[in-house]
């Protein structure tokens, strides 16, 4: 069964910092994984999607990055704003035939002014 | 256009009501997907609809009942709830069931069950 740990559990900085989120998994028999962003209490944002034959992909200050045989991803995020506050997701979709996201257990980010 | 969009956006109810959570998206994807989110938890697939078929049912009970009357339409009939029903509700999409491609999510219901 696939399981999705993230750490840190919650992280604060100052503004401007550059920051790294990590996602674990524990099959790399994956389809792709997605960061997602969540604000409380809403819905959630796709980021970026990086497919199991890519290494990384790159939104603007948002680079994410994929190691399929080590189960790692990480989501680096430069000159961090006050409006990048909120909770990360990653998920990862196994090939078994249908798309189930399989989500880890988020990292709350509050950054400060 | 990459919306999802979810009504309500609240809803509460008592536990003999009968409602509805709709659901829309118009990017003419052929997967749609229910997920339902507890308070500090992620997301939990419910359901997964393919190309107007229910594909997966993650041993939801009955009192869930999902409907996809149109490729771009999906709905969760909602009837007899408990308290520990009280969840956000999150309607997502993609462009293949079956292939590499990127979700989208909606905005959730907030569900409350008294």
């Known amino acids: 069964k696939q399981e999705v740990t993230q750490i840190p559990a919650a992280l604060s900085v100052p503004e401007g910092e550059n920051l790294v989120l990590n996602c674990s998994f524990t099959?790399?028999?994956?389809?792709?994984l997605q960061w997602f962003r969540q604000d409380p209490g809403k819905g959630l944002t796709s980021l970026l999607l990086?497919?199991?034959?890519?290494r990384e992909q790159t939104s603007g200050r948002l680079n994410a990055s994929l190691d399929k045989s080590s189960g790692r991803s990480t989501l680096y995020i430069a000159a961090s704003q006050p409006g990048d506050s909120a909770t990360y997701l990653c998920?990862?979709?196994?090939?078994?035939?249908?798309?189930?996201?399989?989500f880890g257990t988020g990292t709350r980010l509050l950054v400060s002014p | 256009d990459t919306e999802v969009t979810q009504t309500p956006k609240h809803l509460v109810m008592g536990m003999t009501n009968k409602k509805s959570l709709k659901c829309e998206q118009h990017?003419?994807?052929?997967?749609m997907y229910w997920y339902k989110q507890k308070a500090k938890k992620p997301p939990e697939l419910m359901f997964v609809?393919?190309?107007?078929?229910?594909?997966i049912n993650e041993s939801v009970p009955s009192r869930f009942s999902p409907e996809c009357p149109n490729s771009s339409l999906l709905n969760l009939h909602l009837h007899a709830l408990q308290p520990e029903d009280s969840a956000l509700y999150l309607c997502?999409?993609?462009?293949?069931?079956?292939?590499?491609?990127?979700?989208?999510f909606g905005q959730g219901t907030r569900l409350t069950v008294v």
């Open positions: 990017m003419g994807h052929r997967a």
């Open positions: 990086i497919q199991s034959s890519q």
């Open positions: 099959d790399s028999a994956i389809y792709n």
């Open positions: 998920a990862v979709t196994s090939n078994t035939g249908f798309q189930k996201l399989v």
């Open positions: 609809y393919s190309y107007e078929k229910l594909s």
């Open positions: 997502a999409s993609s462009q293949d069931p079956q292939g590499n491609t990127e979700a989208f």
